[in-house]
């Protein structure tokens, strides 16, 4: 999933440094990106909010209460 995400701000990162020497934001509008890799993104961000609530859930349950 890592991987996904930092590959759709790779392209930006080099450009950005090479221009202004440091990269001035991590912001990537969805309409820059093909629909291919906004659908990765899309799937990747799903699946990552599943394990969070799953892990908020499971915490949930051992607190004393």
């Known amino acids: 999933m890592r991987q996904r995400v ?7 990162g080099p450009s950005a440094l090479r221009t ?3 990269p001035t ?3 990537i ?8 890799t906004r659908r990765h993104l899309r ?3 799903r699946a990552i909010a599943l394990v ?3 892990v908020d859930r499971a915490w949930l349950t051992r ?3």
């Open 6 to 12: 930092r590959a759709a701000a790779a392209p930006r």
């Open 20 to 22: 202004s020497g440091t």
């Open 25 to 27: 934001s991590t912001f």
């Open 29 to 36: 509008a969805p309409k820059d990106l093909d629909s291919l």
């Open 43 to 45: 799937e990747t961000f």
């Open 52 to 54: 969070q609530s799953r």
């Open 63 to 65: 607190l004393p209460g």
